[in-house]
């Protein structure tokens, strides 16, 4: 695939969607060189009115610039042309993998949008796709140890594995009769995917008892599951590790399993997003839904007409007034701080953990003529008072670095991030000192601590002390 079909494309959806106005005369010198970085004899020289490339002082070719500094299709254009001479010219290009050119092409480009734009090759695309909305497989989760071995560390449940008996702790010797010793492991994700339907025969090792065992199966459609449940007591404790096709659907058999279980003793549910990275936008927007019966979740603006939207809720669900905890860590970004922020404004939730990443941004996926992405920011979120968390984060309303005996837990903990509160929401456009002081108040940390889940539940329990907080928080919340 042409070098540069792909970065034409790129180009015009940059032009079209990103947040920001790009300035494609600094952006094409970078792509370019970014480009070139094979062949340290190619040189771009820039002026005003042209752009030229050289090799080893020689010009090759001279193209004049589009006046228009924001005309991305214009920009790409020439940049096709560029790249297409110096392809011609130069043995060491003509000798890299096109793949390796776009790749270094699209990052050098991508460096300069913003922190959240970025470019997966295809292999990566691929398997985002999956990620997003699943594919042919066999229903695993692997890891590859220190000492080279692929090993299954989950089972999902009436998949074709767990139906042919795989189990956590196999490890995987062989598929169809290929060895899998040494493999990396996204060689054996590849072989392990396929299309639906079509059979494969997975060699496993066990060590309880000790077997060797040849499992034959089909592929069927797999997403990969984002929800957990757990029950700790009178406490539904739901994992949600990511936002997919399939998330809501779980999550609300989580919730019916937890109500079946758990019946009308239930105190409330723990929803931890801690380390969730986030995923697909509706499935923030339908997850919210679950838990919010009507208004605002979310809003999202950026320079695309597409990209200003407001999101709300009109649901009648018995889940609305159900007590609910999020805990969240600095790893929690995107999808994960939209339902944090909106369950928090709206007075569903009290958050629990430390700060979270502050992806307050949407990014819009480009398929490129390659079969790779381009993943580019194109709007900024707010949460319903209005605030927007991008770079600043979710701030939780229990700190819990903050926290001391757990057993006296009580109102001091929730009203000394009241100011804070007030000071987050109201903000609109931080500077950077700003924001770097308010993150310094709750640091976001990357483990999870059982001690957030013990808050958690301590909160759920006390009816007093988890409506203190929600008020807390709806009460900064309202103030602009």
Same mark, same amino acid.
């Given at each position: 695939?042409?070098?540069e079909r792909?970065?034409l494309q790129?180009?015009?959806?940059?032009g079209?969607?990103?947040l920001?106005?790009?300035?494609?005369?600094?952006?094409?010198?970078?792509?370019?060189?970014?480009?070139?970085? $094979?062949?340290?004899?190619?040189?771009?020289e820039?002026t005003?009115?042209?752009?030229?490339? &050289?090799r080893?002082?020689?010009?090759?070719?001279?193209?004049?610039?589009?006046?228009? $500094?924001?005309d991305?299709?214009?920009?790409?254009?020439l940049?096709?042309?560029?790249?297409?001479?110096?392809?011609e010219? $130069?043995?060491?290009l003509?000798?890299?993998?096109r793949?390796?050119?776009?790749?270094?092409?699209?990052?050098?480009t991508?460096?300069?949008?913003?922190?959240?734009?970025?470019y997966?090759?295809?292999?990566?695309?691929?398997?985002?796709?999956?990620?997003?909305?699943?594919?042919?497989?066999?229903g695993?989760?692997?890891?590859?140890?220190?000492?080279?071995?692929i090993? *299954?560390?989950?089972?999902?449940?009436?998949s074709?594995?767990?139906?042919?008996?795989?189990?956590?702790?196999?490890?995987?010797?062989?598929i169809d009769?290929?060895?899998?010793?040494?493999?990396?492991?996204?060689?054996?994700?590849?072989?392990?995917?396929g299309?639906v339907g079509?059979?494969?025969?997975?060699?496993v090792?066990?060590? $309880?008892?000790?077997?060797?065992?040849?499992?034959?199966?089909?592929?069927?459609?797999?997403?990969?599951?984002?929800?957990?449940?757990?029950?700790?007591?009178?406490?539904?404790?739901i994992?949600?590790?990511?936002f997919?096709s @399939?998330?809501?659907?779980?999550?609300?058999a989580?919730m019916?399993?937890?109500?079946?279980?758990?019946?009308?003793?239930?105190?409330?549910?723990?929803?931890?997003?801690?380390s969730?990275?986030g995923?697909?936008?509706?499935q923030a927007?339908t997850?919210?839904?679950?838990?919010?019966?009507?208004g605002?979740?979310?809003?999202?603006?950026?320079?695309h007409?597409?990209?200003?939207?407001?999101?709300?809720?009109?649901?009648?669900?018995?889940?609305?007034g159900?007590?609910?905890?999020?805990?969240m860590?600095?790893?929690?970004?995107?999808?994960?701080? *939209?339902?944090?922020?909106a369950?928090?404004?709206?007075?569903?939730?009290?958050?629990?953990?430390s700060?979270?990443?502050?992806?307050?941004t949407v990014?819009?996926?480009?398929r490129?003529?390659?079969?790779?992405?381009?993943i580019l920011?194109?709007?900024?979120l707010?949460a319903?008072?209005?605030?927007?968390?991008?770079?600043?984060g979710?701030?939780?309303?229990?700190?819990?670095? &903050?926290?001391?005996?757990?057993?006296?837990?009580?109102?001091?903990?929730?009203?000394?991030?009241q100011?804070t509160?007030m000071?987050?929401?109201?903000?609109?456009?931080p500077?950077?000192?700003?924001?770097?002081?308010?993150?310094k108040?709750?640091?976001?940390?990357?483990?999870?601590?059982?001690?957030?889940?013990? *808050?958690?539940?301590?909160?759920?329990?006390?009816?007093?002390?988890?409506a203190?907080?929600?008020? @807390?928080?709806?009460?900064q919340?309202?103030?602009?």
């Open positions: 695939m042409g070098v792909v970065i790129a180009y015009r959806a940059i079209d969607r990103h920001f106005q790009p300035n494609f005369r600094t952006l094409s010198a970078e792509t370019y060189r970014g480009f070139a970085i $094979s062949d340290p004899s190619l040189a771009l820039t005003e009115g042209a752009y030229t490339i &050289k080893d002082g020689q010009t090759v070719l001279s193209r004049p610039t589009p006046a228009d $500094s924001a991305g299709k214009a920009w790409g254009a940049l096709a042309e560029l790249m297409a001479g110096s392809l010219a $130069s043995p060491a003509q000798q890299t993998d793949q390796l050119l776009i790749r270094e092409a699209m990052r050098a991508t460096r300069q949008l913003d922190r959240n734009t970025r997966a090759d295809p292999d990566e695309a691929r398997d985002n796709r999956f990620q997003r909305d699943g594919g042919g497989g066999i695993i989760t692997v890891e590859r140890t220190e000492d080279k071995k090993m *299954i560390r989950a089972v999902q449940d009436g074709p594995a767990d139906k042919a008996g795989a189990k956590d702790g196999d490890e995987i010797l062989a009769g290929e060895s899998m010793i040494g493999k990396t492991l996204g060689d054996v994700v590849a072989h392990l995917r299309a079509t059979p494969v025969v997975v060699t090792g066990r060590v $309880s008892p000790p077997a060797q065992l040849a499992l034959p199966m089909k592929r069927g459609r797999i997403i990969p599951t984002t929800v957990t449940y757990e029950r700790r007591g009178d406490v539904a404790l994992h949600l590790t990511g997919n @399939a998330t809501t659907d779980n999550l609300k989580a019916e399993r937890a109500n079946a279980e758990i019946g009308k003793g239930l105190a409330g549910v723990i929803i931890d997003m801690r969730n990275r995923g697909l936008l509706d927007q997850v919210s839904e679950l838990f919010i019966g009507n605002t979740i979310f809003s999202t603006n950026g320079r007409p597409d990209s200003r939207r407001t999101y709300k809720s009109s649901n009648g669900s018995s889940s609305t159900l007590p609910i905890v999020v805990l860590n600095g790893g929690s970004a995107s999808a994960a701080e *939209i339902v944090a922020a369950l928090q404004d709206r007075g569903r939730a009290v958050v629990v953990g700060t979270s990443y502050g992806k307050g990014q819009t996926v480009v490129l003529a390659n079969e790779g992405e381009l920011t194109w709007s900024r707010q319903p008072s209005g605030y927007t968390w991008n770079e600043l979710v701030l939780p309303n229990i700190c819990t670095s &903050k926290v001391g005996d757990i057993g006296h837990l009580g109102p001091t903990a929730v009203d000394s991030s100011a509160l000071r987050w929401h109201a903000l609109r456009n500077t950077h000192e700003e924001v770097a002081n308010l993150r108040i709750c640091p976001p940390g990357d483990s999870s601590p059982e001690q957030d889940v013990e *808050i958690a539940t301590r909160l759920l329990r006390d009816h007093g002390l988890y203190h907080a929600v008020q @807390a928080a709806t009460q919340a309202a103030r602009p």
